[in-house]
């Protein structure tokens, strides 16, 4: 999404959309696991077969996979639960033969998530000689560029921690957009239903500060613990630049809660008044309506008129007009009153 435009055909073709989520269990027990493989080729990821790679990533394993990782790999099934955990926090651990990074990442949005951008964790197990990732998911990875050189396995984390913020900074875009065409059509709205998108967006954002800050704590544990990572001088001044931009990132998701949460009454008014204006122009039309029929029931009543009885047009039209007057005079207050 790059226009305001393309935020409300998307807003138009998700709204509404309430499809049963998928638990994580059945997610990742799910029998259509996806392995990939990487080696380094002139300073970039490139796929390769199993038995030449330095990387593995692990989509959505399965109980087969669960069990490798635990006996080849040697990874704590704990650990391993994490990893595959929406709900776990990032964090740094050491094994004895490997480093266990947990962090934080957004889903990918579709219109299934009804207005929550969801998010998701992923384990990354850094050993001597090979990397192995493990995604609750099938997420693209190792995708676009990157501002330095991909040359090593610390260098193949450094990027997956700025694809991470950099997917953050995306969602945020994402929920800028969403928010200032969710904001003009609740203007004009009468019911809820853009409100409670608005909601899920204010949810949305809560947990996405949880998850930068979270990710901001593992940078620090890292910048800390670089020499026992094996970073370089210049692993750990990219690293120290993937501070500063999980910084900004996370200053700019809490301006966003901050102004998404403080105008949720006011919208709320917004929606309420709308609603108390169409009231009351139907009243106004109930009242012309009922001074009409007054005039009408009046005259038709059963008694005898002060006109003539005999069969003539004009008092049918007389009082016709008579009861349009009433109603013509309860518009002209409502206009002059400026009801």
């Not at 957004?106 to 493990?134: H, M, Q, W």
């Not at 990875?141 to 921690?161: K, N, Y």
């Not at 239903?193 to 954002?205: D, V």
Request: aromatic content about 10%; some cysteine.
């Amino acid at each position: 999404m790059e226009t305001t435009e393309e935020a409300d055909v998307m807003l138009d073709s998700e709204v509404g959309a309430t499809v049963p989520q998928i638990p994580t269990n059945e997610v990742t027990d799910s029998v259509h696991s996806a392995r990939s493989f990487f080696r380094l080729e002139n300073d970039r990821l490139s796929p390769c077969d199993p038995e030449d790679a330095l990387i593995t990533v692990y989509n959505a394993p399965t109980i087969d996979d669960k069990a490798e990782l635990q006996d080849r790999h040697n990874i704590d099934f704990h650990t391993l639960q994490s990893s595959l955990d929406p709900d776990e926090l990032a964090r740094l651990e050491f094994e004895t033969d490997h480093a266990v990074i947990i962090l934080k990442r957004p889903r990918s949005f579709c219109a299934d998530d009804n207005f929550l951008l969801k998010l998701t964790s992923t384990g990354v197990f850094i050993y001597e000689d090979r990397l192995v990732i493990v995604m609750s998911d099938d997420a693209p990875i190792f995708e676009g560029r990157v501002p330095f050189h991909v040359q090593s396995i610390q260098d193949a984390v450094l990027r997956l921690l700025y694809q991470a913020t950099l997917h953050f900074e995306g969602h945020l875009k994402a929920i800028n957009m969403l928010s200032d065409s969710l904001e003009r059509r609740i203007s004009t709205s009468l019911d809820n239903k853009y409100l409670l998108n608005m909601f899920a967006l204010e949810k949305s954002l809560v947990y996405i500060v949880n998850s930068i800050s979270s990710n901001g704590a593992l940078l620090e544990k890292m910048k800390t613990a670089a020499e026992k990572l094996g970073f370089d001088h210049e692993q750990s001044g990219v690293l120290e630049d993937l501070i500063i931009e999980n910084q900004q990132c996370n200053r700019r998701a809490e301006i966003y809660t901050q102004v998404i949460g403080g105008l949720m009454d006011a919208r709320a008014s917004i929606v309420s008044h709308n609603l108390n204006q169409l009231i009351k122009k139907f009243t106004i039309w109930t009242v012309a309506i009922m001074l009409s029929n007054l005039v009408i029931g009046f005259f038709s009543m059963n008694v005898p008129l002060p006109l003539p009885q005999d069969v003539q047009w004009w008092p049918f039209w007389f009082i016709s007009l008579l009861a349009l007057a009433s109603a013509g005079f309860v518009f002209w207050l409502w206009r002059v009153n400026k009801w």
